[in-house]
């Protein structure tokens, strides 16, 4: 009976044990991140590690409350190579009297838990006409564990876009000194107004990491006064040995 018990259970233990381990990221839908990717213990790229995904979408007026399933993600690893981040997908709009709103939020860590996250950028492609605000405010706590960020973050911080008739501001960006893990809390928002409309279609995240210094490599001319040192020692000791 025991031996039999052992048998079955083992290969189970194996298929928790592999589905624990993180993926890369993959193209999908916020849907995707909060189930299959947590499930993961999260998705790699690039030398980051993304984890604890969580997804909230609210409305109010005509405004269309959009799905985990209805946003798609994208990863997104820049021309340089030393950033990675995310680029969402989804139909946020809002006419007039109506608002339409979501929230996006993970932890952002490297692998090998270095110091090297070092900035934060956030872009998008906002519209609106009359009275409409189309913005993402964005939440970050550098060197943060726990999400949403705000909770016991001595550092909390916070970048923001805008489009409207008070001023627009597509892109913006923060750098901060290196850590090796970093929360953040994403607010997509489109609201008509009274009279207007706004349009979100894209947002974009991405995270700079900072190159791993290298350890100098003496030169070879190092090694020869090395060497013409360690001889000039063993002459003196035989010189003077009695």
Do not use: W
């Not at 993180?22 to 995707?32: K, N």
């Not at 928002?189 to 207007?196: D, E, F, K, R």
Request: aromatic share 8%.
């Amino acid at each position: 009976m025991y031996k039999h018990f052992a048998l079955i259970t083992l290969p189970l233990l194996c298929g928790v044990i592999a589905r624990a381990a993180p993926i890369a990221c993959p193209t999908g839908t916020v849907q995707d991140y909060t189930t299959t990717v947590n499930a993961a213990g999260g998705c790699f790229e690039d030398g980051l590690l993304f984890t604890q995904f969580q997804y909230l979408s609210s409305s109010a007026g005509s405004g269309v409350a959009l799905p985990a399933s209805s946003v798609a993600v994208a990863p997104l690893v820049n021309a340089a190579g030393t950033g990675f981040g995310f680029q969402l997908s989804g139909g946020f709009a809002a006419a007039p009297n109506s608002v339409s709103d979501a929230i996006l939020q993970y932890q952002i860590s490297t692998i090998n838990t270095q110091p090297l996250l070092s900035s934060v950028n956030l872009s998008f492609n906002g519209t609106f006409t009359g009275s409409g605000i189309a913005n993402v405010s964005e939440n970050y706590c550098p060197g943060g564990t726990v999400v949403p960020p705000g909770a016991g973050c001595n550092a909390l911080s916070n970048i923001f876009v805008q489009t409207s008739n008070g001023g627009t501001m597509l892109q913006s960006m923060a750098v901060f000194p290196g850590v090796s893990s970093l929360t953040v809390s994403k607010n997509i928002q489109v609201n008509g107004g009274t009279s207007g409309t706004a349009t979100i279609s894209s947002v974009t995240n991405q995270f700079q990491t900072q190159p791993i210094p290298e350890e100098p490599i003496p030169e070879p001319s190092a090694f020869l006064l090395l060497g013409s040192g360690l001889v000039g020692v063993a002459m003196v000791r035989r010189r003077l040995r009695p």
